[in-house]
Nanobody, 115 residues
Framework: QVQLVESGGGLVQAGGSLRLSCVVSGSIKSINFLSWCRQAPGRQRESIAHINNGGSTDYADSAKGRFAISIDSAKNMVYLQMDSLKPEDTAVYYC?????????WGQGTQVTVSS
């Protein structure tokens, strides 16, 4: 069983930065991959940043060059650094983990980017 708790969302002006954090219960080393997803009003949830247990990362085109996913295994934390934020980044951001074929989700944290 994995539990995920996100934090760090908020209101920021366009061009600003936020760092989202996700606390992962249990051993982060037993997890196959971790990712950040987001869901804007009226839109489907989308994966925007992904890191596997080998440390390889992948990003949606909308996140490349602006967002960075990272892990601190010692603290069981996964982060999403978001720079150069745009109004279209406004969404609820979720942490997601895959362990033994089961997907786990956090409760989400709201990010609002004002123009």
């Amino acid at each position: 069983q994995v539990q995920l708790v996100e934090s760090g969302g908020g209101l920021v002006q366009a061009g600003g930065s936020l760092r989202l954090s996700c606390v992962v219960s249990g051993s982060i080393k037993s997890i196959n991959f971790l990712s950040w997803c987001r869901q804007a009003p009226g839109r489907q949830r989308e994966s925007i940043a992904h890191i596997n247990n080998g440390g390889s990362t992948d990003y949606a085109d909308s996140a490349k060059g602006r967002f960075a996913i990272s892990i601190d295994s010692a603290k069981n934390m996964v982060y999403l650094q978001m720079d150069s934020l745009k109004p279209e980044d406004t969404a609820v951001y979720y942490c997601r983990a895959l362990q033994n074929g089961v997907l786990y989700w956090g409760q989400g944290t709201q990010v609002t980017v004002s123009s």
